[in-house]
């Protein structure tokens, strides 16, 4: 069975400042990892996704995540936040099977004051 | 091109009320899924279509029944609706051979 923790319901950084959503996962072989940004009241938007080549994955607006299989982790940075980054973040694993499920962690809301 | 559509938008039912929330994609994807998202515990999966013509139970199923009618529409039907039941639903699809999904804006539903 797979599972993901986000630790910190609730993030809160100045503008300018440093991003990092944490992530770990659990899972009985090598996962596929996702991260999504859901803006509010929309759906989900695919950030990035890690299936098993660099480990060092870039997404877009300026996001990255590293694999880190030791730490069982996929933490996702931004070097510069931004007023536009608030919404929520959600990281997901998928064992690749044939239906391909999602098991999602909890989700972080990300705060940006000016 | 509009990706994955839902409706309705919003949905207010009151308890034992009967619905469907439709779903629908037009990117020829092969599979697709219904998840609903409550505070603090992320999106769980409640169905899933791997292909036209199968469905199957995801974590959290009971309550619900759902009908893929053809490639493009996945619908999911709540027979007599709880207060449980409240809650956002997105539907999402995938492409055969890919591995991200691609989700709708969601279902708003209250039972009161």
């Known amino acids: 069975a797979q599972s993901v923790t986000q630790l910190g319901s609730h993030v809160s950084v100045s503008e300018g400042a440093l991003v990092l959503l944490r992530c770990n996962y659990s899972?009985?072989?090598?996962?596929?990892l996702f991260w999504y940004v859901q803006y509010p009241n929309q759906g989900l938007q695919l950030l990035l996704k890690y299936t098993s080549a660099a480990t060092l994955v870039k997404g877009i607006n300026g996001f990255e995540a590293e694999f880190k299989k030791s730490e069982t982790s996929f933490h996702l940075t931004k070097p510069s936040a931004h007023m536009r980054d608030a919404a929520e973040y959600f990281c997901?694993?998928?064992?690749?099977?044939?239906?391909?499920?999602?098991?999602f962690g909890g989700g972080t809301r990300l705060m940006v004051k000016p | 091109n509009a990706g994955v559509t839902q409706t309705p938008k919003f949905q207010v039912l009151k308890t034992g009320q009967s619905m469907t929330l439709q779903c629908a994609q037009d990117?020829?994807?092969?599979?697709m899924y219904w998840y609903r998202q409550d505070p603090g515990m992320g999106l769980r999966l409640i169905y899933y279509?791997?292909?036209?013509?199968?469905?199957d139970k995801g974590e959290v199923p009971n309550g619900y029944n759902v009908s893929r009618l053809n490639k493009r529409e996945f619908s999911l039907r709540l027979e007599s609706a709880a207060p449980s039941q409240t809650s956002v639903y997105f539907c999402?699809?995938?492409?055969?051979?890919?591995?991200?999904?691609?989700f709708g804006p969601g279902t708003r539903l209250t039972v009161t």
């Open positions: 899972s009985s072989v090598p996962p596929y």
């Open positions: 990117m020829n994807h092969n599979s």
């Open positions: 997901a694993v998928s064992e690749g099977n044939a239906g391909n499920m999602l098991t």
């Open positions: 279509s791997a292909s036209e013509g199968t469905t």
């Open positions: 999402a699809s995938r492409g055969l051979g890919k591995d991200e999904q691609y």
